[in-house]
């Protein structure tokens, strides 16, 4: 069984549009993450939710929108998807108790 | 702001020689340190970490140094084999616990030559 699982592999879509990432993990893990992956492949914490509370929200515009239905699922919804928003983007679990387990990331290529 | 970042962005060694990716930290309240792999296409993948209460971990070919003194953490792979190519991450978490996720330094690129 795959721990931390991530659909779409690949999205691609055109600017403009609204599209989601999912993510679930079954690790039994309160807190799950998400990170970004630029093209030189720096990885950067996006948000953070503990027990479907939003812990961590660094400065990324407000077009994302993480939304968590269960402490097994955290999804990324992003608005009107612009030129930059092309990256991988991994969902994570864990902590610093557990470790951190990645998924196998999205990449994103808006067109 | 405080950052983890690396030494050297490419490494390349010939097959079967030990490397060492090294890593520089600056936030001192950091007590939590990983080191990641990850090949083209995939997420990264655990290899070993070190709390700050220990100067020293092993595991199947691999150790970690953590130098709190200097503010420096180094991999080393013993015996280096062609599937260790991948880019190599250091991490930290800096608040000790909670739901803080983790600091990524910027990475480097593991070469290794037949």
């Known amino acids: 069984d795959t721990a931390v699982s991530q659909t779409p592999k690949y999205l691609v879509t055109q600017m403009g549009n609204d599209k989601s990432i999912k993510c679930e993990q079954n690790l039994g893990h309160d807190t799950m993450y998400w990170y970004k992956q630029d093209s030189k492949k720096f990885l950067k914490i996006m948000f953070s939710y503990n027990n479907k509370e939003l812990i961590i929200n660094e400065t990324v515009p407000n077009r994302f929108s993480p939304k968590s239905p269960d402490k097994a699922h955290l999804n990324l919804h992003i608005n009107s998807l612009e030129l930059g928003d092309s990256a991988v983007y991994f969902c994570a679990s864990g902590g610093w108790n557990y470790g951190y387990t990645f998924g196998s990331g999205t990449r994103l290529t808006v067109v | 702001g405080e950052s983890v970042g690396l030494h050297l962005p490419t490494l390349s060694v010939q097959e079967g020689d030990n490397s060492i990716i090294n890593c520089a930290y600056s936030n001192s309240a950091s007590d939590y340190f990983i080191w990641y792999k990850q090949e083209s296409g995939k997420g990264p993948q655990f290899i070993i970490d070190?709390?700050?209460?220990?100067d020293k971990r092993q595991g199947q070919r691999v150790t970690v140094l953590l130098n709190k003194t200097v503010k420096h953490l180094s991999l080393q792979i013993a015996a280096t084999q062609p599937g260790d190519s991948a880019v190599y991450f250091c991490?930290?978490?800096?608040?000790?616990?909670?739901?803080?996720?983790?600091?990524f330094g910027k990475g480097t690129h593991l070469i290794i030559q037949p």
């Open positions: 070190i709390r700050s209460n220990m």
């Open positions: 991490a930290e978490n800096g608040k000790g616990g909670g739901a803080d996720g983790l600091t």
